[in-house]
Structure formats: C-alpha cells, structure tokens
C-alpha cells in the first residue's frame, strides 16, 4: 500500500515505489506552478495528476527544500478549494472489430453504453493501442463477457 497524505481528508500527495524509481504524486499537480520544471504528467490521458520522480535517495535529499515546498503548494491549493477541469473527451473512435462484435451481439452493445463513460473509454483506448487488427479482435473477444457484466476493464 502507497503512503497518501490528505489536508482536510482530501489527497495532497502520495509515495509510489516502481522497479526503476520511486515517486512522489500529487493528484492535483496540475495546479501547481512548476518553477524548478521537475514534475511529470504520467502519459498523455492523465489530467490532473503529476509527479516528481527519483532514481536515487541523494536526489530526495538534494531537493528537500524544493520537495517540501511544493507539498506546502499542493496544500495551498486544496485550502483554495481548486478543482482541476477535466478536458472535454475527445469523440472517441469505436475499433472496427468492436463495432463487427456490436453487428453480431446486440447484448453486447446494450451492455457497452450503459457502462460509465470512462469504463468505456478505457476498453475503447486498450482495443485500440493494438496495431494489428487480429490483436484487436482477440482483445475484444477476451472482454466480451465483463462487458456483458457491466464491469470495466480493470475490475
């Protein structure tokens, strides 16, 4: 479990351990001004979250100073009430192969739309980072019945 710490039980930062680094997470990172350029949007569908990565303990106790001051802007911003705006959803693109499977199992497509939108855009995003169709068509078939169960594609 990753340390999380809160300000008026709200997430101000959190710890995480990865094979190659570990990193501090400040869920609305986004919010902050990053004056020393050290915090990193994870991959490009992450909107409000950063963190501040290290490869090494020297480099935490390089930047104490600097580590600390930004938690105390995280904390800022949370007694500001600030919220992050979500960016509009891009209309996403339904695989072909998914669209096939909608043509063959009306169920199917029943049980899709009523999944929440961000159930949906996941399955959506992981059909689609497949480059080849075949890989496609088996990713689909493998979710076929956790769709069918209105579950998502991490649940």
Do not use: W
Not at 16 to 36: I, M, N, R, V
């Amino acid at each position: 479990m990753n340390p999380c710490y809160t300000f008026e039980k709200k997430n101000v930062v959190l710890m995480h351990g990865f094979k190659e680094y570990c990193a501090l997470l400040f869920p609305k990172g986004s919010l902050l001004q990053d004056s020393h350029g050290i915090l990193i949007q994870q991959t490009e569908n992450v909107q409000g979250a950063r963190q501040i990565r290290f490869t090494n303990v020297q480099e935490i106790v390089e930047k104490e100073a600097i580590l600390k001051a930004y938690i105390y802007k995280a904390i800022e911003v949370e007694k500001a009430g600030l919220k992050v705006k979500a960016k509009k959803p891009e209309e996403l693109i339904i695989p072909e192969e998914l669209q096939h499977k909608f043509d063959e199992i009306p169920a199917l497509k029943t049980a899709f739309t009523t999944l929440t939108p961000g159930r949906q855009r996941a399955y959506i995003l992981y059909f689609s980072g497949a480059k080849q169709s075949k890989t496609r068509e088996s990713r689909v078939e493998k979710c076929i019945p956790n769709i069918l169960n209105g579950k998502g594609l991490n649940d």
